[in-house]
């Protein structure tokens, strides 16, 4: 076999490892015979010189082919050429090496002819050949730039990547640090980190600086640095190596993605235009500009449906929001809140017109007139160079428009840029279109809730009230909340507040129905508990026709300045607070809470409890204790704070104005209802009564009681009236009904007569034919009184009528001394 055929050969190149690698060497005598040998080749095959001198040479090949091509190798001497190639060798501990041989002819020292033989492990070798060639690829063919530094830092070694990104030849740069070469900031930052790792020998890697290219001096470029300490074998400094790689278009990409991410978090945290217009400038400034404005359609603030009605060829939009890099945002041409007219040539005009993003890369002089002046001004101003104008759309409407602009940063935008600034507008346009949406029913829903709830409370004899109807915060719905102060019969009065479970244009209607309902039941004159008992069951009717009835609470209050006892009936609402004239403050805990209404099965309890002159009531409705972060003790607590200033004498509105201020917060979740009531107690002469038999002869006495009882009021005018008035009243106790009958009389802001007695049979108002003579007495009644009617209680029935005072008494009214009366 030809030594040709078994050398694989070294390659091209190879010829400069052999110098360093063949450094093993033996010498081979013209007989064949080993005669001297390195201490290198007994490292690489394990055999002492001692060992193998005198050996044929041969004797070493690890098979007969490798033999046959040793001996073909030795004969080439005869035309005195040598030979290259690898050979198998046996190793001392019996397992075969690929060797790399180079056999030349040589004389020895004592002058016989022979063969030097140098070799080297081929594994090794062809090691060392493909670090040889990653090593040119690297600095001649690698587009990551690569370069090697001195302990000066100065370059040694860069590649032609290194010299795109500086902008420098090799020449150039070879001998020179960083900052020599170019004065851009951030080079004593770089310089430091590689002292850093040059002293301590710890690399950095994937350090992200930023500059520019002489290639693409518009776009900043980002680029992953990292660096390591070259070191011979014993761990001597050779120089730092640095690779810089290009990871912009990763960079703006990771960037981009923060920024949407960022988007999701802080974009549409509420339901409100404005708070959401200044959301989505805040996230893009300055990441993505250094200047934002949004500005919206007129019917987009106000919750209505946009629609572009250019005025005198000119579009009209609200300035919303800004977001500047500036402090005081010295960029704005029209401040939030502020109307700004466009053409419809103008940038932001042909954006909302054709609902299409403008992409302005460099601004031109020419192109400022595009603007109004104001705008025009501040761009020249602040040298604004490259702007965006993207529309705002959602669910196929357009709602408005935001303005990206670039002063500082000097890179110009480019279309990544906008699809960005596509991507966050299209997010922030839905939750726009989400916050209208619910601008519009929440002001539908709280006018709807305002025209339902009282607006004026009239002033009443038995109690001096103040109220307060707080609607719940702009970013949430509008509730069932409702109060209401309403006349009964004998003076007294009804003190109610509710709740209807949701919110919403729901809510506010199913309260109205409840209002009108207790307002009718009101005027019953039923009692408290069964005011609720049909509350109840007109809820449960409601939820049965409605699923989105979710129920209400209620509490019913009834108080009587005659007798100053205050009777409550609770459906599932909080208790009263009571306020004593010492300003001592306690809730009426001990009034059942029962069940809300719309559950039924049970029936609901009332408590009486008589009222010193003077005490404040409290009806509230949950909003005002329930604040999130803080459970429900602890707005008793603040509440009972806030009513103990009710003890110092004080306008009753000017307490409720401050109770509300101090227990309600700006970003309240619920609607709040408040009413005080401040009771007044009717002077003990103001009301007398008499018990009277069911016998018709006393009809007369009643008539006889009435006219001295008027004529020490001092209302003598009313006597004829009043006396016709008692005998009907009376007449029909005792003969339809049965005793003990009762007649009082009430001297209130008006004058009351009533006649009770023990049957539940209702009293009819019907016309008396002709030839008939009776079926006139109530007739006469409600023709003589301003109006009457009859109440029902468990001991039976009373029949009420009341008159109108004449003009001296109305006018000098309760607060008049008034005469005693007899005994």
Same mark, same amino acid.
């Given at each position: 076999m030809s030594a040709s055929n078994i050398s694989r050969g070294l390659g091209p190149g190879a010829e400069d490892l052999l110098q360093g690698l063949f450094a093993a060497a033996a010498f081979v005598d013209e007989d064949g015979m080993i005669s001297l040998w390195g201490p290198e080749m007994e490292s690489l095959l394990?055999?002492?010189? +001692? *060992?193998?001198?005198? @050996?044929?040479? %041969?004797?070493?090949?690890? =098979?007969?082919? #490798?033999?046959?091509?040793?001996?073909?190798?030795?004969?080439?001497? %005869?035309?005195?050429?040598?030979w290259d190639g690898v050979l198998g060798l046996r190793h001392r501990n019996g397992h075969e090496l690929k060797i790399a041989l180079r056999i030349r002819p040589a004389a020895s020292e004592a002058g016989r002819a022979g063969w030097s033989v140098s070799a080297a492990d081929m594994q090794q070798l062809e090691r060392e050949q493909v670090d040889r060639a990653i090593l040119e690829a690297l600095f001649s063919q690698s587009p990551i730039s690569v370069t090697v530094m001195d302990y000066e830092l100065r370059h040694q070694w860069v590649n032609v990547a290194a010299e795109h990104i500086t902008g420098f030849s090799a020449e150039q740069l070879i001998g020179h640090r960083i900052g020599e070469l170019t004065p851009r900031g951030g080079v004593e930052a770089i310089e430091e980190v590689l002292r850093r790792v040059r002293d301590t020998g710890e690399p950095v890697v994937d350090?992200?600086? =930023?500059?520019?290219?002489? =290639?693409?001096?518009d776009r900043e470029h980002v680029w992953s640095m990292s660096s390591f300490r070259l070191t011979d074998p014993v761990g001597g400094f050779l120089g730092l190596c640095q690779t810089y790689v290009d990871v912009t278009e990763g960079h703006r990409a990771q960037q981009r993605l923060a920024l949407l991410a960022k988007a999701s978090e802080?974009?549409? @945290? @509420?339901? &409100?235009?404005?708070?959401?217009?200044? *959301?989505?400038a805040d996230t893009a400034c300055p990441q993505l500009a250094d200047f934002v404005a949004v500005d919206l359609l007129e019917a987009t603030v106000q919750g209505e449906e946009p629609a572009l009605d250019p005025v005198n060829g000119q579009v009209l939009l609200c300035r919303m929001a800004v977001s500047s890099d500036r402090e005081g945002d010295p960029q704005v041409g029209h401040p939030d809140g502020e109307n700004v007219m466009f053409r419809p040539g103008a940038l932001q005009g042909q954006c909302l017109t054709g609902g299409r993003s403008v992409l302005v890369q460099r601004l031109s002089t020419e192109e400022w007139s595009a603007f109004d002046e104001d705008i025009a001004q501040k761009l020249r101003e602040f040298h604004t160079h490259s702007l965006m104008v993207v529309p705002l759309q959602a669910r196929g409407t357009t709602l408005g428009v935001a303005f990206f602009g670039r002063q500082r940063n000097p890179d110009s935008y480019d279309e990544g840029d906008l699809s960005l600034a596509e991507d966050l507008c299209s997010r922030a346009a839905v939750?726009? &279109?989400?916050?209208?949406?619910?601008?519009? *029913?929440?002001? @539908?829903?709280l006018a709807l809730q305002r025209s339902l709830l009282p607006h004026d409370v009239p002033e009443y004899l038995a109690v001096e009230t103040a109220h307060r109807y707080v609607p719940a915060a702009a970013h949430a719905e509008a509730g069932g909340d409702w109060f209401d102060v309403l006349p009964l019969t004998g003076a007294r %009065?009804?003190?109610?507040? +509710? #709740?209807?479970?949701?919110?919403?244009?729901?809510?506010?209607?199913?309260?109205?129905?409840?209002?009108?309902?207790?307002?009718?039941?009101?005027?019953? #004159?039923?009692?408290?508990d069964e005011v609720l008992t049909q509350l109840d069951d007109l809820v449960i009717r409601l939820t049965e026709e409605d699923l989105e009835c979710q129920g209400a609470t209620c509490l019913y209050t009834v108080y009587d300045p005659v007798s100053r006892l205050c009777t409550f009936a609770c459906a599932g609402h909080p208790p009263p607070a009571l306020v004593q004239p010492n300003g001592l403050v306690e809730f009426l805990n001990e009034i059942p809470p029962n069940l809300p209404l719309g559950v039924g099965g049970l029936p609901f309890e009332t408590v009486k409890r008589q009222l010193a002159e003077g005490s404040v009531l409290a009806l509230y409705t949950d909003g005002l204790i329930q604040t999130l972060g803080r459970d429900v003790d602890t707005g008793f607590d603040r509440l009972a704070r806030a009513l103990e200033a009710s003890g110092r004498p004080q306008e009753l509105d000017q307490l409720c104005r401050a109770t509300v201020a101090s227990l309600v917060s700006e970003h309240r979740p619920d609607d709040v209802a408040l009413l005080l009531a401040r009771t007044r107690a009717l002077d003990a002469d103001r009301a007398v009564s008499w018990e009277l038999p069911a016998d018709p002869a006393l009809v007369s006495r009643a008539r006889s009681l009435t006219a001295r009882q008027l004529g020490q009021w001092g209302l003598e005018e009313l006597a004829f009236t009043t006396e016709l008035i008692i005998s009907e009243l009376v007449t029909n106790a005792i003969r339809y009904a049965r005793g003990p009958i009762a007649l009082r009389l009430i001297y209130a802001d008006t004058f009351i007569c009533e006649v009770s007695d023990g049957s539940l049979s209702a009293p009819h108002l019907r016309r008396a034919r002709t030839n008939e003579e009776g079926g006139r007495g109530l007739f006469l009644v409600a023709q003589l009184g301003s109006r009457w009617g009859t109440r029902y209680d468990r001991e039976g029935k009373t029949v009420w009528a009341e008159q109108l005072l004449p003009a001296a008494a109305a006018s000098n009214g309760h607060e008049s001394e008034s005469p005693a009366l007899p005994t």
């Open positions: 394990g055999y002492p010189a +001692g *060992e193998v001198c005198g @050996t044929p040479w %041969v004797d070493l090949m690890a =098979s007969a082919a #490798d033999r046959e091509a040793a001996l073909a190798a030795l004969e080439r001497w %005869v035309t005195g050429q040598g350090l992200h600086i =930023s500059g520019h290219v002489p =290639s693409d001096l802080r974009i549409g @945290t @509420t339901l &409100d235009v404005a708070r959401t217009a200044q *959301e989505l939750c726009l &279109d989400n916050a209208r949406r619910y601008t519009r *029913e929440h002001t @539908t829903a %009065v009804a003190l109610v507040v +509710g #709740d209807v479970a949701g919110h919403g244009l729901h809510a506010a209607a199913v309260m109205g129905r409840l209002r009108t309902a207790v307002h009718t039941l009101a005027a019953l #004159d039923l009692e408290p």
